[in-house]
């Protein structure tokens, strides 16, 4: 069982940086896959990032590619996102997440775990 809440989030201009921390409670966190997803005003929910139990394997969706990192400390139970050169497009809640299973997951319904999410909003 896993408890997540995400901070960091706040008002920055575009071109600005950003980061992101996801603190987790609970047992065994380094056996978690985590993941960072983003919902926009009347959008769905999209994948953004992910980083496996080890911190080795990271993906990120192509919309942030070069522009944010994704990582994890295990021995403070934190995986962060690191946001560079933000655009209104970047716009969004947050939402980090656990997933327990074998592959790194790109959707939503893999994830098992939640936080309450923080926003993040990126003026012109």
């Known amino acids: 069982q896993v408890q997540l809440v995400e901070s960091g989030g706040g008002l920055v201009q575009a071109g600005g940086s950003l980061r992101l921390s996801c603190a987790a409670s609970?047992?065994?966190?380094?056996?978690?896959?985590m993941g960072w997803f983003r919902q926009a005003p009347g959008k769905e929910r999209e994948f953004v990032a992910t980083?496996?139990?080890?911190?080795?394997?990271?993906y990120y969706a192509d919309s942030v590619k070069g522009r944010f990192t994704i990582s994890r400390d295990n021995a403070k139970n934190t995986v962060d996102l690191q946001m560079n050169s933000l655009k209104p497009e970047d716009t969004a809640v947050y939402y980090c997440?656990?997933?327990?299973?074998?592959?790194?997951?790109?959707?939503?319904?893999?994830?098992?775990?939640w936080g309450q999410g923080t926003q993040v909003t990126v003026s012109s």
């Open positions: 997440a656990a997933d327990s299973h074998l592959t790194l997951g790109l959707r939503g319904s893999e994830y098992d775990y």
């Open positions: 980083i496996s139990w080890s911190g080795s394997i990271t």
């Open positions: 609970g047992r065994t966190f380094s056996n978690y896959h």
